[in-house]
């Protein structure tokens, strides 16, 4: 079994005003050197063992979990025991 973490990031340049909206909360509780904030997606998902398994999250990613007109993904896979 394989847990694979995936992270979703909008790619840069692309404006983020769910960031933004956190960013100016932080700002109104007095964190003032937050410049930034970047909202993405996290997801786990468990596969069972299959020699293709970076080219399956790679498809997945690309179909329907990222838009990758607007998206990166990145991920990382684990063995389970």
Excluded: F, W
Aim: proline share 2%; net charge negative.
């Amino acid at each position: 079994m394989r847990k694979v973490k995936i992270y979703i990031t909008l790619k840069e340049g692309v404006l983020d005003p769910q960031g933004k909206a956190v960013q100016n909360s932080l700002h109104s509780l007095e964190y003032n050197n937050v410049s930034d904030v970047r909202v993405g997606k996290y997801m786990e998902v468990m596969l069972e063992e299959s020699k293709d398994v970076e080219e399956q999250v790679d498809k997945m990613c690309d179909e329907l979990l990222a838009n990758p007109v607007i998206e990166d993904y990145s991920y990382t896979i684990e063995e389970v025991v």
